[in-house]
Structure formats: structure tokens, C-alpha cells
């Protein structure tokens, strides 16, 4: 079993619709995590980083972090053709130095006109 | 956000031949780079981790010799593929992290770097 376990779609939406990604883990010791977006043929961009269960808010992206069901989402509102891109979970754990990440494998996000 | 940048964002080269590859941290210092490559369709795999002026720290698979790393400055870790093989040809990304007190702070990543080898 993967450390991250992320649907890697692809995932087709209209535009305007609500879009939803989702990954599991299965280390109690992750507690920080992240969502990047990466384009075709680039480097990933870190969107969202929260530390703690709940939600983080940043414009039409929320994150959501449910530790007690190792679980997090990352909403994106309004969705439009220009998120269209692969959507990368990652998390590490507590420690600080050479704590490295450890990424899902990717959900292909398509938002389409 | 942090700036990352890679250079050259694409090389081509012959089989034999060693390539450089260079990451920097623009407007950060950079405690700890990481390299990573990432096949077609595949998430990020981690290559190795530097901290400035020390060795590297090699993922369980990848032959040190064959991929060199430095970490000579805080802005500053170069990736050396030496007698690179059609099978070296990946996307190389390297990304790098800033840390305060011990306590790490978000991980920024490189545009990464194509390599082909023909």
C-alpha cells in the first residue's frame, strides 16, 4: 500500500462547476500538507499549505485537512479552462531539517468550456 | 511566492556525455535542495536531498556516482548526469525549501529541466 493515495482521473468538469480532489494516507505522522498544480512540461506550484485539520481558504481554492480520517481535499470554485492541469497532493511529517515530501501521484484535471 | 530557477530548461545530448544542470533559489536562501525526476504521466520522484556544504543525501536506487550533486552555496545546487544513456532521459525538477530555527517552511519547485539523450 502507497504511503499517498491519490485518483489520478483524468477528471473532466464543465466550466463554472465545483471541482473536488481528493487523497488518503496512511502515516500518522504527516502534518503538513500541500497541494501543488502542475502544468504540462513545468515544474509544480505550490497552491495551498496548511499544518492542522480544518480548512484553509485562499480566493476560489480551499483546502480541507480531516487528520482523524487521514484525508484531505483541495476545492476548487468556479473552475475555470485555465485550471486545467495536474493537481498534486504532498505532506511530510513533523520534524523539521530533512523532513522530505511525499506526493500522491496526481489527479489530470480538464475544465472544459 | 519564492522563486526557483532552472537552467538549461531543455538539452539534448549525445550518449556518453555528461550534462550539468543548475538550480537556483532567487530570492531566498535555500537550506535544503531537492532533485527529483518524473517520467510521462507519472508523479515526482525523489532523486536526492542537499543541505549547503554537505553531501548528499542519495533516495535507495540512485547511483551517486552516476548523478552528482553539489550544494556549493544557499542559492545555489547543480545536477551532474555523467555518461548519461538514453535511459537517463526524464524531466529533472529541483526544488528548494527555506528553513528558520529548525523549522522548514514551504517547498518551491524548479520550472525542471528536459533532458534527452539520443
Known amino acids: 500500500q502507497k504511503e499517498v493515495e491519490q485518483d489520478p482521473g483524468p477528471l473532466s468538469v464543465p466550466e463554472g462547476a465545483i471541482v473536488s480532489l481528493n487523497c488518503t494516507y496512511s502515516?500518522?505522522?504527516?502534518?503538513?500538507f500541500m497541494w501543488y498544480r502542475q502544468y504540462s512540461r513545468k515544474g509544480p506550484e505550490l497552491l495551498m499549505y496548511?499544518?492542522?485539520?480544518g480548512n484553509k481558504e485562499d480566493g476560489r481554492f480551499t483546502a480541507q485537512v480531516d487528520k482523524s480520517s487521514k484525508y484531505i481535499s483541495l476545492f476548487i470554485r468556479d473552475s475555470q479552462p485555465s485550471d486545467s492541469a495536474t493537481y498534486l497532493c504532498?505532506?511530510?511529517?513533523?520534524?523539521?531539517?530533512?523532513?522530505?515530501?511525499?506526493f500522491g501521484t496526481g489527479t489530470q484535471l480538464k475544465v472544459e468550456l | 511566492g519564492a522563486v526557483v530557477s532552472q537552467h538549461p530548461s531543455w538539452v539534448i545530448c549525445k550518449s556518453g556525455t555528461s550534462v550539468k544542470i543548475e538550480c537556483r533559489s532567487l530570492?531566498?536562501?535555500?537550506?535544503?535542495m531537492f532533485w527529483y525526476r518524473q517520467f510521462p504521466k507519472q508523479s515526482l520522484m525523489l532523486m536526492a536531498t542537499?543541505?549547503?556544504?554537505?553531501?548528499?543525501?542519495?533516495e535507495q536506487g540512485v547511483e551517486k556516482d552516476k548523478f552528482l550533486i553539489n550544494h556549493a552555496s544557499l542559492t545555489l545546487s547543480t545536477l551532474t548526469v555523467t555518461s548519461a544513456h538514453p535511459e537517463d532521459s526524464s524531466f529533472y525538477i529541483c526544488?528548494?525549501?527555506?528553513?528558520?530555527?529548525?523549522?522548514?517552511?514551504?517547498?518551491?519547485f524548479g520550472p525542471g529541466t528536459r533532458l534527452t539523450v539520443t
Open positions: 504532498a505532506m511530510s511529517g513533523y520534524t523539521g531539517g530533512g523532513n522530505k515530501l511525499t
Open positions: 502515516n500518522s505522522a504527516f502534518q503538513y
Open positions: 542537499s543541505n549547503e556544504g554537505s553531501k548528499a543525501t542519495y
Open positions: 496548511t499544518y492542522s485539520s
Open positions: 526544488s528548494a525549501r527555506e528553513e528558520r530555527e529548525g523549522w522548514s517552511l514551504e517547498q518551491y
Open positions: 530570492d531566498f536562501q535555500a537550506t535544503t
